[in-house]
């Protein structure tokens, strides 16, 4: 659980630190969608030579940004054995009973289990180069259209940035509760599911008081200090954009219309 690094950030003064919120945003649902273009090997290689050159450009160890990627193993491992086990075209690898393995279906899973690590990597890299109150300023500053519908937008930025700050703070949370339950006795990690399931109890209902008690503590202070809303409110830090930002738009768009071209030129995969 230590391992989840959504809304970790990492202070550094790295091209990506520097990068104006907004662009950066946008830019990693661009990414998002750009690792779901490639049908073939050479575009899948395009879109990990891509994030590992921004994992270079943001200066944070690499052990660092592999450590996101541990929590979601169990889902890659998932995700590649009903590829293996569910794809029956191309050549049989292995045949025993009920159970066909192919070459396609090998093939699908490696590239369904890269695409799942490089939409993990690249979502990291967001909260690991963005402070969480940078983070609220930007959404607003996408969502302010909204505004017209009457949508309360820095309401709902504010809600979305503090329950994503709140992450890490409920993991090591979990990790004392955890703790003080296996200093007390209780077998957590043997027996049957069920036996499981009953043993998770001792742990859920404390975390959720302490959940309850630190939003009661939370809603407190931010009463004592007068917070109204964003009516009328001003920024300490005023965001600009900057040519290296349009610059790094116009190389994410380049990247994403030649995985585009990829897919007419070469054979796909999938």
Request: glycine share 4%; proline share 5%.
């Amino acid at each position: 659980m230590r391992d989840i690094a959504l809304g970790q950030y990492f202070p550094g003064n790295s091209f990506l630190h520097r990068m104006d919120p907004r662009v950066k945003m946008v830019l990693t649902f661009l990414y998002i969608f750009a690792v779901f273009i490639p049908r073939n090997w050479v575009g899948l290689c395009g879109a990990v030579a891509f994030l590992a050159i921004a994992v270079l450009l943001s200066k944070l160890p690499v052990k660092l940004v592999l450590k996101s990627i541990k929590p979601v193993i169990p889902l890659v491992l998932i995700t590649s054995a009903l590829n293996i086990f569910y794809v029956s075209e191309g050549t049989a690898v292995f045949e025993w009973w009920v159970i066909h393995i192919t070459t396609k279906g090998l093939i699908t899973a490696s590239f369904i289990a890269i695409r799942i690590i490089c939409l993990i990597a690249g979502s990291s890299l967001l909260t690991y180069t963005t402070s969480p109150t940078t983070l609220t300023d930007a959404l607003e500053r996408l969502l302010s259209p909204l505004k017209i519908v009457r949508l309360d937008v820095h309401e709902l930025a504010m809600m979305m940035t503090i329950a994503l700050r709140f992450i890490p703070t409920l993991i090591e949370e979990t990790d004392k509760i955890m703790s003080a339950q296996k200093a007390r006795g209780a077998d957590l990690e043997s027996g049957g599911p069920m036996q499981r399931i009953r043993a998770l109890v001792p742990i859920v209902v404390p975390l959720f008081v302490s959940s309850f008690r630190r939003a009661s503590d939370l809603a407190t202070a931010m009463e004592c200090r007068c917070y109204r809303g964003g009516m009328g409110r001003t920024r300490m830090k005023q965001m600009k954009m900057r040519a290296a930002d349009i610059l790094s738009a116009a190389v994410v768009l380049a990247v994403i219309a030649a995985l585009f071209a990829l897919n007419f030129f070469i054979r796909p995969v999938l």
